[in-house]
């Protein structure tokens, strides 16, 4: 049980932030609109472009700005994103929708780290910063699965209801985010990448053999899913797949990742 009411809308803020189930079948969605594979392309060249212009200034600007502020931009951001994606059945539109997408993305990757260090600092538990961000994570983890258990059944449900699922996920992500605690001090002193990289390696190493191979799963199944990526649902959709049998592909291998 999570005794302190901020760490629990912390973990809350990143289930929702990722609880967004026409993510996994965005490939469907394109499909649908009778969108072809190089607008489908163009719409992830936008937002892998958006990321990498805007994703070293908002890491800056969440270490030495106010943290719980970006966070809330981030998560408006992803919200109208999202909301735009409903109506968004022209190229332009798509574009300013990935280019959104990536705004959020960008500013939320360093601004969650570095408030969650403030946040625990502020309450003195420093000391469990690992644990406790990694929890955040994990629930990410769950949102994402969630979300493709929802994406799941495409079949009856709809694209119109998926999307509007994740909408009001989103919404109550802005409002989680708006009810995280101030903090006044920002700056951060974090640990050498390679110093972090040494101590996550060797706690690996501690692990049963059980654990190790379930992580060499997870690891596949993450990078296999990470290569194709929403392409997935293109490539099953082209061997002639029913609609739900995709949905539920999609979900096994988010379960594996996880």
Same mark, same amino acid.
């Given at each position: 049980?999570?005794?302190?009411?901020? &760490?629990?809308?912390?973990?809350?803020?990143?289930?929702?932030?990722?609880?967004?189930?026409?993510?996994?079948?965005?490939?469907?969605?394109?499909?649908?609109?009778?969108?072809?594979?190089?607008?489908?392309?163009?719409?992830?060249?936008?937002?892998?472009?958006?990321?990498?212009?805007?994703?070293?200034?908002?890491?800056?600007?969440?270490?030495?700005?106010?943290?719980?502020?970006?966070?809330?931009?981030?998560?408006?951001?992803?919200?109208?994103?999202?909301?735009?994606?409903?109506?968004?059945?022209?190229?332009?539109?798509?574009?300013?929708?990935?280019?959104?997408?990536?705004?959020?993305?960008?500013?939320?990757?360093?601004?969650? #780290?570095?408030?969650?260090?403030?946040?625990?600092? #502020?309450?003195?538990?420093?000391?469990?910063?690992?644990?406790?961000?990694?929890?955040?994570?994990?629930?990410?983890?769950?949102?994402?699965?969630?979300?493709?258990?929802?994406?799941?059944?495409?079949?009856? &449900?709809?694209?119109?209801?998926?999307?509007?699922?994740?909408?009001?996920?989103?919404?109550?992500?802005?409002?989680?985010?708006?009810?995280?605690?101030?903090?006044?001090?920002?700056?951060?002193?974090?640990?050498?990448?390679? #110093?972090? &990289?040494?101590?996550?390696?060797?706690?690996?190493?501690?692990?049963?053999?059980?654990?190790?191979?379930?992580?060499?799963?997870?690891?596949?199944?993450?990078?296999?899913?990470?290569?194709?990526?929403?392409?997935?649902?293109?490539?099953?959709?082209?061997? #002639?797949?029913?609609?739900?049998?995709?949905?539920?592909?999609?979900?096994?291998?988010?379960?594996?990742?996880?």
């Amino acid at each position: 049980m999570i005794k302190d009411i901020h &760490l629990f809308n912390l973990y809350l803020n990143r289930f929702l932030g990722d609880l967004i189930p026409i993510m996994p079948i965005l490939g469907l969605l394109f499909l649908d609109r009778s969108f072809s594979l190089s607008t489908f392309s163009l719409f992830f060249l936008c937002l892998a472009v958006t990321v990498l212009l805007v994703e070293i200034p908002a890491g800056i600007l969440a270490d030495t700005k106010n943290a719980r502020l970006v966070i809330i931009i981030s998560r408006l951001f992803k919200l109208l994103a999202f909301v735009l994606l409903l109506f968004a059945t022209s190229i332009p539109l798509l574009c300013l929708t990935a280019v959104l997408w990536g705004i959020a993305s960008a500013l939320d990757s360093g601004a969650m #780290q570095s408030y969650t260090f403030q946040l625990v600092r #502020q309450k003195k538990l420093s000391e469990k910063f690992e644990h406790i961000y990694g929890y955040t994570f994990t629930s990410s983890l769950l949102g994402l699965l969630t979300a493709g258990l929802i994406a799941s059944q495409i079949g009856w &449900l709809g694209f119109a209801t998926i999307q509007y699922v994740g909408i009001f996920a989103l919404t109550l992500c802005v409002l989680s985010a708006v009810t995280l605690p101030y903090i006044k001090e920002t700056i951060i002193e974090a640990k050498k990448e390679t #110093q972090a &990289l040494s101590v996550t390696l060797k706690s690996l190493l501690k692990l049963p053999l059980i654990l190790i191979m379930l992580i060499s799963v997870g690891v596949l199944a993450g990078g296999v899913k990470g290569a194709l990526d929403e392409y997935t649902t293109i490539l099953l959709s082209d061997k #002639q797949l029913a609609i739900g049998i995709i949905g539920y592909i999609i979900f096994g291998l988010e379960i594996l990742k996880t």
